[in-house]
């Protein structure tokens, strides 16, 4: 059964940085594709970033691009999202995902509050 | 960015009534839509993988149909578990993107 359980999540003040870390059970970890997406109160779910099998190649959305870095540990069935410089835009439940081919599985996610 | 516009925002529906729900890509995605179920404080879960084909263990009330631009998801008999908000989303290209969102409430 796959399983994703976010965590590092919390309050913080703007321009102050957090560590979030999603540990991945039931499948193949480095065998898939990962992502982190968020969802601020009330709004759609948006994309913020991605990570291949290997760790070989990244890409985030423009909002996020050189304060966030999405990270894996392979050998420890672990993803990880460096978020640097918190704004309070970037309040939001926070969730990690699988891919292969598309998202198909979802972690229960972990709220972040960015807040002076 | 491939923008999704999904419609209606909100429906209020009767239990064993059918639901629709519209997803318009800005451009052509192909089948490239997905679509999920978020309930109330819980993560989105997959119902519909590139537009038609349903994922496993969704109810078969649950259909989609479309491509390119423009994509349906069907609710055939609503029941009162369905209530929750339904989200199409494109994974043809990066930026992955979302659409705003149904909530479908159970009258």
């Known amino acids: 059964q796959v399983h994703l359980v976010e965590s590092g999540g919390g309050v913080v003040q703007p321009g102050t940085s957090l560590r979030l870390s999603c540990g991945a059970s039931g499948f193949t970890f480095s065998s898939y594709v990962m992502h982190w997406v968020r969802q601020a109160p009330g709004k759609r779910l948006e994309w913020v970033a991605v990570?291949?099998?290997?760790?070989?190649?990244?890409d985030y959305i423009d909002s996020v691009r050189g304060r966030f870095s999405i990270s894996r540990d392979n050998s420890k069935n672990t993803l990880f999202l460096q978020m640097n410089s918190l704004r309070e835009d970037d309040t939001a439940v926070y969730y990690c995902a699988r891919e292969l081919g598309l998202i198909d599985y979802w972690g229960q996610g972990t709220p972040v509050t960015v807040s002076s | 960015e491939i923008v999704l516009t999904q419609s209606p925002d909100f429906q209020s529906v009767t239990p064993k009534e059918k639901v629709t729900i519209t997803c318009r890509a800005s451009?052509?995605?192909?089948?490239?839509l997905h679509w999920y179920q978020q309930k109330a404080d819980q993560s989105p879960k997959l119902l519909i993988k590139y537009a038609s084909q349903s994922f496993s263990g969704v109810p078969s009330r649950f259909s989609g149909s479309g491509s390119g631009t423009d994509f349906t998801l069907t609710i055939n008999s609503l029941e009162a578990e369905d209530a929750a908000t339904y989200y199409c989303?494109?994974?043809?290209?990066?930026?992955?993107?979302f659409g705003g969102g149904t909530k479908v409430e159970i009258k």
């Open positions: 990570i291949l099998y290997d760790g070989s190649n990244v």
């Open positions: 989303h494109q994974s043809s290209s990066l930026p992955f993107t």
């Open positions: 451009q052509s995605i192909g089948n490239g």
